[in-house]
């Protein structure tokens, strides 16, 4: 069976007066069904705007979809009407984000929203529709859902309303599920309820998760495979306990080793030094070049290939692996 989403050489662009910005540049990345991939990078390393992509929300102008396709339960999205889009976000496609920036709407009750965001896709009697707003908050681990449904926003705690925003993500069952830095905001120990609780929706609905974060640890927590991001392109690809066990690129390799170590109690073992480069402001040669301690000369002149090991599961994109890993095929499509 075809994967869930299928994104094969996107490139999404944005047009300033400095010249074009290329956010995305060339990622092939795909999820199966029921499987939960993490795409992990530092912020600016072009996550976000891959969600956008995929949502049909790059605004337009600056933003600009230029190659690639979006294959999503095998039809492109990239050529579906603005009318299809509708039906798709919210409904075969649901998003959450970051707890402040999520869109509870403070004046509605919680009930309220949650039926709202059935009635958009599913014409139903009143009493279905609270039937199946109760159900997802007892889903979602909150308590007393009856009175909850009367509950305004600002009367529950952090970690309620992402328990809130994820049931109203998923009451219409939708195929994927796209968390951009769902716990982010949130304290540790909520963070582990709230990845748990993603995992058992994972498992109980079957739905295929893309989960955006720059934390690593939390990608441990739950996913199944990872694909790392830096300054627009995919560098490092593979199930979750290579990429923790043999991980062979030297950002990746920097990411792991910021990640704290629990039993010596430094927040901080090692962080990579730099920061990411602006989109675009680098010409050529690798874009982690500035930044790693192995670059060699031709680092700074060609951008490295992608080189896979275990049969194409695991896919890097560094100049060290050219002798020892196969060429890896890359999608190249441009969008007319
Ligand atoms: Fe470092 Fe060169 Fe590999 Fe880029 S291609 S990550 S600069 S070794
Ligand atoms: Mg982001």
């Known amino acids: 069976s075809h994967p869930v989403l299928d994104i094969k050489g996107l490139r999404t662009s944005f ?4 010249g074009e910005i290329p956010a995305v540049d060339h990622i092939d990345v795909h999820i199966h069904k029921g499987e939960i991939l993490g795409i992990v990078g530092e912020s600016g390393c072009g996550k976000s705007v891959t969600s956008l992509s995929i949502m049909g929300l790059i605004p337009s102008p600056p933003g600009r979809i230029i190659g690639g396709n979006i294959l999503f339960n095998g039809e492109n999205l990239l050529d579906a009407s603005e009318k299809r889009m509708r039906s798709i976000r919210g409904n075969e496609i649901a998003m959450i984000f970051q707890e402040p920036m999520t869109s509870l709407n403070p004046l509605f009750k919680i009930g309220n929203q949650l039926i709202e965001a059935l009635r958009t896709h599913r014409k139903w009697s009143q009493a279905k529709y609270k ?3 109760i159900e997802m908050l007892n ?5 007393r859902a009856e009175d909850l449904l009367n509950a305004y926003p600002h009367q529950l705690s952090g970690g309620m309303r992402q328990r809130v925003m994820i049931a109203m993500a998923m009451i219409c069952d939708p195929k994927l599920l796209i968390a951009d830095e769902p716990t982010t905001a949130l304290d540790v120990t909520i963070q582990k309820q709230i990845l748990r609780l993603m995992k058992k929706l994972n498992k109980t609905m079957n739905t295929s998760i893309m989960l955006i974060t ?5 990608v441990a927590e739950v996913c199944d495979r990872i694909a790392v991001m830096y300054a627009g392109k995919i560098v490092e690809q593979s ?15 920097g990411l792991l080793a910021s990640v704290p170590d629990i039993r010596s109690k430094t927040s901080r073992l090692f962080s990579i030094p730099g920061n ?11 874009r982690f070049a500035e930044r790693c301690q192995y670059a060699m000369d031709h680092c700074f002149e060609k951008d490295p290939d992608l080189y896979s090991f275990n049969d194409g599961e695991h896919q890097v994109r560094c100049f060290l692996y050219e002798k020892e ?8 499509i441009t969008t007319s």
Do not use: N, W
């Not at 990411?276 to 690798?286: A, L, N, Q, T």
């Open 15 to 18: 047009y300033t007066d400095d």
């Open 131 to 133: 039937e199946r707003a």
């Open 139 to 143: 889903l979602v681990g909150l308590p």
């Open 214 to 218: 720059h934390d690593l640890g939390v």
């Open 239 to 253: 199930d979750v306990k290579t990429i923790f066990s043999d991980p062979k690129h030297p950002y990746t390799k």
């Open 276 to 286: 990411v480069p602006k989109p675009g402001s680098i010409k050529k040669g690798c």
């Open 325 to 332: 890993g196969e060429s890896a095929h890359e999608s190249t």
